[in-house]
Structures are given as C-alpha cells and as structure tokens.
C-alpha cells in the first residue's frame, strides 16, 4: 500500500486493526492488478477463477503460499471476514473483462466490489450500523474507475454514477472506528471535483485538510 493518502486514511484505524484492512486492499489492489496486466480475456477469467477458489478454501484450511491470502487469513478471518465473502469481489471484477465499453448495468455490478470490501473492512474495524458503509464503497470503486479509464465516455459515466453515493458518504458523520472508510469516500468526492483529464494533486495541502477534519469531527 503505497498511496500516501491510503496510508494516512488507514492512521485513523485502531492499531489492532490496521493490517487487516491493509491485507483487503491488497486483496483489492492484486484484482485490479489481473485487469490491467491481462490481455486475453479467457487468460484473466483463468486468474480469477483461481483466486475466487483460493478465497473460499480460506474458511476450510491453511493459505496456500501467497502473501496476500496469508495475510487475510492471519489478520482478517479471524475479525469475522470470511474467505467466500471477499469471494464475491471477483464477480465484480469479471465484469469488466469483455474488454467492450461498460454500460450502467457493468458498471452496478463492477461497483458491487467497492460494496464488499467496504463492507469487510467495516466489519473488521467495528463501523457503527447507521456509518453509510456501502454507498462510501459503491461511490470509491466507480470513482476509481473513472480515475483510470481511458475511455472518456466511460470515465464521464462512471463519474455521474459515482456523485450520488459519495454525496450520501460524506454527507454523514461516521463513528470513530469506521473513519478509515469515510476519508477514503471524501477523497474519492474530491477526485471528483478534479475536471476529467486533468491531474489529481495527491496529498495536497487542502486534500490532506479534509482528510484532517474528517478524522476530528467524523464529517
């Protein structure tokens, strides 16, 4: 986890729980890694096929000799995370591979994977019932995608659906242990902001003031 703002976002987590929330987005971060690197898409079902298997046999037994899966299954299983839930992370990531232009219904369920790991995260670090846990998840991943689409129209969609959940995330006041997740939804609204084609000023001055006073106030 190399991103500057991620790390500071995950400073607001409770130590205990930190390296599970570092070994999801790992999790995330190797999936988004299948997409881009993968040419074929038969090649990349085949990868994802591999890790949505690997995911599911955490609940029954030992992690195969990856980092990845044993970090989940050291540090996230045992905070009530199991292996077929994050499973379902890949569903949402397989949408993407036809390599066709995304229309809404791909980009729903492309979302699904910012729903999941949000909500995984949110379970290990203890979110509270009324923290807009799944809206902060669905608004981040169509963000992202927008972030790093080449496609225009693509990126201009995946914007406009992203505004409405991001705007309910960071329109509440989180608790205190699920803080983590509402800083990551404001830099995901700021990215936002940013006109389409321009670039994104990470850790900026005012980025990593919104970061600070959504870590005081939970607004």
Sequence with gaps: MNDPERLLALSY?????????????????TLGRILRTTREPVVGQMRLTWWFEALERLDGGAAPAEPVLQALAAEALPRGVSGARLAGMI????????GDRPDDSVMTTYAQRG?????????????????PVAPAGRGWALADLARHASDATVATRARGLAAGPLAAATGARWSRPARTLGALAHLARM????????P???????????LLR?????G
Excluded: N
Aim: glycine letters at 10%; charged letters at 20%.
């Design 115 to 131: 729903v999941i790991l949000f909500g995984a995260a949110g379970t290990v670090l203890g979110a509270a019932p009324g923290d």
């Design 200 to 210: 994104i000023r990470p850790a900026s001055p005012a980025r990593v003031w919104r």
């Design 91 to 98: 569903d949402a990531w397989e949408a993407l591979l036809d």
């Design 13 to 29: 987590a409770a130590v205990a729980a930190r390296p599970a929330v570092a070994a999801l987005f790992a999790l995330d971060d």
């Design 214 to 218: 959504h870590r005081l106030t939970g």
């Design 191 to 198: 990215d936002l902001a940013v006109p389409l084609g321009a």
